[in-house]
């Protein structure tokens, strides 16, 4: 069974449009190394929003894996080529450093279903 997870990071000022650059690569030239760096850290799937608020704008990434802490740990560990470029480009973006393992998933406080 797949588990939810839900993070976010900001997006540096002036950096949305290398955002949307990024994104558009992942879909485009660099869809199948995206593609394989999912398989690689068991991710089912994944899903990114945008979201302008006061604090500037904020870049949500919504993912489903088996094993979150796992995915997670494995990514910042990774030093695949593929994988050390996109935590570069994020770290660009975000301030985030994916390399680093983070202190743990966040909480899932409620969940709707019909």
Known sequence: MTKP????????????IALRALVTSLAGPKAKDF????KRLATDREVWFLQSSPMGDLAIAYFECKDPVKTMRDFAASKHPFDLWF???MKEISGSDFNEESEGSPEQIFQYHS
Not at 35 to 38: A, N
């Open 5 to 16: 997870v839900a993070f976010v990071v900001p997006v540096l000022p002036g950096k949305t």
């Open 35 to 38: 593609d394989e760096m999912e």
């Open 87 to 89: 935590k570069a480009q």
